[in-house]
């Protein structure tokens, strides 16, 4: 339970108004945020058991991963693009 609190505790970094680097050179002071909620993200993902990774991250290929569809379903076909403003300007010429 106390894994979930780790990107918790990376967010109330965020909101936190205080910084360890502060934010007086624009850019410099958002480093710190940055470095700090990778390194959680990494940190959660890496104590978290290996299995849970795994599947997870099998689901995210599963829902990226294009359907394979036979041969048969596919149309073959040429499109031309129709630009309506040049036909307007033609029309009224």
Known sequence: MWLKG?????????IWPF????DFAPGLGQVDDLTLILLSLVLFIGLCPPQLVAEHRGQTKALTKVPDMPDEEVID???????EE?????AQD
């Not at 780790?6 to 965020?14: N, R």
């Not at 076909?77 to 630009?83: A, C, G, I, S």
């Not at 040049?86 to 033609?90: E, F, G, P, V, Y």
Request: glycine content about 0%; proline content about 4%; cysteine-free.
């Open 86 to 90: 040049k036909q307007a300007n033609r």
């Open 19 to 22: 910084d360890f680097l502060t």
């Open 6 to 14: 780790i990107p918790i505790l990376a967010l109330v970094y965020l």
């Open 77 to 83: 076909t040429t499109f031309r693009v129709v630009d």
